[in-house]
């Protein structure tokens, strides 16, 4: 079952939980295996965990998904976590795992992320914290609504080259995450803000289920722990 948490300053609420799984990982293990998203969540909660007294140190950077862009590009996740957060943080470069959307072999580089985030985490990899925002079609990472992949756990790969999305700007190809890192995962964590979120997190929480219909609904099979922290527009279906 899902934790969900109402809150007037999503991003606030966002960095106390991200500070308190990186916490917790480095005490454990000594390090913090933390997947980014992108998105409209992504820049607020990079400016307040300015604020907030982060291992940086110890934590190990991968990303949920990436568009088929190089890093510099505007629509590249990576971009946005860089200006944002690596220029203005001790981390170094060994520490940030991207995947590499400018690869001309895309289902190569997915081949390739995977390696690395088996090498970085082990078998099977497991992270400590992954980040996500919610799809106007109810996708996480890049597991869009529709297709029938999205509904696979992805086990073996890991990490998936996606085509551009027809339902969804922005039409681009996308390399992901599978399923299997995020039900694994020891805490993810969904941010949702706004009205115009409101039916699909409902459907995304209490619908039929209907994992190609709305592929955020793999939030109520993960084994780790799961937080949504919406505003009281996004959770006012619920």
């Known amino acids: 079952m899902s934790e969900i948490a109402v809150v007037p300053d999503v991003a606030r609420a ?15 293990r000594g390090k913090a295996a933390v997947a980014l998203t992108g ?4 820049a607020p909660l990079y400016a307040e965990l300015m604020k ?17 862009v190089p890093p510099d590009h505007e629509l590249s996740n990576y971009r946005i976590a860089r200006q944002e957060l690596f220029d203005r943080t001790p981390l170094e470069g060994g520490q940030v795992h991207r995947l590499r959307g400018e690869a001309k072999d895309l289902d190569g580089e997915a081949r390739r992320a995977a390696r690395e985030v088996r090498d970085a985490l082990g078998t099977p990899p497991r992270l400590d914290l992954m980040l996500l925002g919610l799809g106007p079609d109810g996708h996480i990472l890049s597991l869009f609504a529709g297709l029938p992949a999205s509904a696979d756990r992805g086990d073996e790969d890991l990490v998936r080259h996606v085509a551009a999305p027809e339902r969804v700007e922005l039409k681009v190809e996308r ?17 949702v803000q706004g009205k115009a979120k409101a039916p699909v997190l409902a459907k995304a929480m209490k619908g039929a289920n209907d994992l190609v219909g709305c592929p955020a609904q793999w939030l109520r099979r993960a084994a780790g722990r799961a937080v949504l922290v919406a505003d009281e527009d996004a959770a006012s279906g619920l």
């Open 175 to 191: 390399l992901t995450l599978t399923p299997f890192l995020f039900v694994t995962a020891r805490t993810v964590l969904l941010q």
């Open 14 to 28: 966002a960095a106390e939980l991200f500070v308190e799984a990186a916490a917790g990982a480095v005490a454990a």
């Open 52 to 68: 907030w007294p982060v291992p940086w140190e110890k934590l190990q950077i991968f990303f949920t998904d990436e568009r088929a």
């Open 39 to 42: 998105g409209s969540t992504a």
